[in-house]
């Protein structure tokens, strides 16, 4: 399933900004606001869902530091979220990744489009609300307790997923219930990932639009669904279609920190601390070997 796209400027993209300010971020290497998403516009979410929904914006800043290239930075982040989409459900999902082409390589923009976590991140969570979590109420701590091991349980098969490229199916599923045991390595079912769950956006140009007109020939058609949206195909990367545990390559993240932790209420006001997800991409780096068989010398 394709992931990375290229656009004409004036493409019309079906993102509108929302008003909250609040509703944004900025680090190093990127900015990220919330947008909302014509529903219709994608295969990501089911379509039940209202006529727009949220998903995180990220744009990445075209720095002037030494041994950074935005293009190649972007072509990086995007194709790891392309592989690693699925994976498990602790690693936050990737929906697309696009560059919109200028008339000068210099001013083309690069951005990710990626699901949105409604509850912030671990590190505004734990600032938040300076008061022990752990009070006199034996019960409420007791299950607050099992909540954060379970979350904890579950980033941490997150990273050995990326380390060697495998699909857990652990408490995965936001705000997961039952035992923990169902954490255990033991009975996580592992199995090789093919690929087949990464998520696709369909975006659809207005009928009187022409063709983008990219600087690589050859337009491919935008989704299998879309005849009339066009668009220049993708650069030139390595593209891994069979990942089978004999020829995956395997990730790492590289900046794991609480403000790269994020959570997911599903909508819960309420929720204590919802599933927690590892986030930001931008510093992955890709291994042939999983981390145990690479040579330190």
């Known amino acids: 399933m394709q992931f ?15 008003g909250d300010s609040k509703k944004s971020s900025s680090g190093n290497f990127s900015d990220v606001i919330c947008v909302d998403m014509l529903a219709e516009k994608q295969t990501k979410f089911e379509l039940s869902l209202p006529e727009t929904i949220p998903v995180a914006h990220k744009t990445l800043r075209p720095l002037d530091v030494p041994r950074y290239d935005i293009h190649t930075e972007w072509l990086r982040e995007a194709e790891a979220h392309r592989q690693l989409n699925g994976i498990n459900g602790h690693l936050v999902e990737g929906i697309a990744a696009y560059r919109r082409v200028a008339n000068s390589t210099a001013n083309d923009t690069y951005h990710i489009v990626l699901e ?31 909540l954060l091991l379970k979350q904890l349980c579950g980033l941490a098969h997150a990273v050995e997923s990326m380390h060697s490229m495998r699909t857990g199916t652990t408490t995965s599923s936001i705000q997961s219930t039952g035992d923990l045991s169902e954490c255990q390595h033991g009975d996580t079912v592992v199995t090789p990932t093919d690929g087949s769950s990464a998520p696709a956006v369909n975006v659809e140009a207005p009928a009187e ?77 890709q291994h042939d070997l999983v981390t145990a068989l690479r040579s330190t010398i």
């Open 4 to 18: 990375r796209y290229e656009f004409d400027p004036q493409r019309l993209l079906p993102f509108k900004v929302r």
């Open 116 to 146: 949105w976590a409604d509850g912030g991140n671990l590190f505004s969570f734990w600032n938040k609300d300076t008061e022990p979590q752990l009070d006199g109420n034996t019960a409420r701590s007791r299950e607050r307790v099992h």
């Open 209 to 285: 639009d022409s063709p983008s007109q990219a600087r690589h020939p050859g337009p491919a058609n935008l989704s299998p669904d879309s005849q009339d949206a066009r668009l220049s195909p993708p650069d030139s990367a390595p593209r891994h279609h069979s990942r089978r545990a004999s020829d995956a390559k395997n990730w790492r993240h590289g900046d794991i920190k609480p403000e790269n932790i994020l959570r997911f209420t599903g909508g819960d006001n309420l929720a204590w601390l919802g599933t927690l997800k590892l986030a930001d991409l931008g510093r992955a780096q």
